[in-house]
Nanobody, 119 residues
Framework: QVQLVESGGGLVETGGSLRLSCEAS????????MAWYRQRPGKERELVAE???????NYADSVKGRFTISRDNTRDEVYLQMNSLQPEDTAVYYC???????WGQGDYWGQGTQVTVSS
């Protein structure tokens, strides 16, 4: 069983910063893509940023220059540094990973962490 557990969400004022963390635990061989998604009120879940095992990162246009994704393969963790936060960044943020297990690869999600940016 693989679990992804997020932490670091909360309430912040416009222009502030937060750092989200996500730790993978359980029995697996490796973590391929690790990513952060978010679901804003009344919206579909959307990709915020992803980072592959080779550390190549991609970002949604709306967060480029403000958010930075990184990973620590020794700790099986992925992070999202969020700067210059805006009210439109308010959302539930989900950690996602494509996890290599003995039988193949599976998609796993965390439970989500709330980020609220006050105006």
């Amino acid at each position: 069983q693989v679990q992804l557990v997020e932490s670091g969400g909360g309430l912040v004022e416009t222009g502030g910063s937060l750092r989200l963390s996500c730790e993978a635990s359980g029995s697996f061989l490796s973590l391929n893509v690790m990513a952060w998604y978010r679901q804003r009120p009344g919206k579909e879940r959307e990709l915020v940023a992803e980072i592959r095992n080779g550390r190549m990162a991609n970002y949604a246009d709306s967060v480029k220059g403000r958010f930075t994704i990184s990973r620590d393969n020794t700790r099986d963790e992925v992070y999202l540094q969020m700067n210059s936060l805006q009210p439109e960044d308010t959302a539930v943020y989900y950690c996602f990973s494509k996890v290599v297990i003995g039988w193949g690869q599976g998609d796993y999600w965390g439970q989500g962490t709330q980020v609220t940016v006050s105006s």
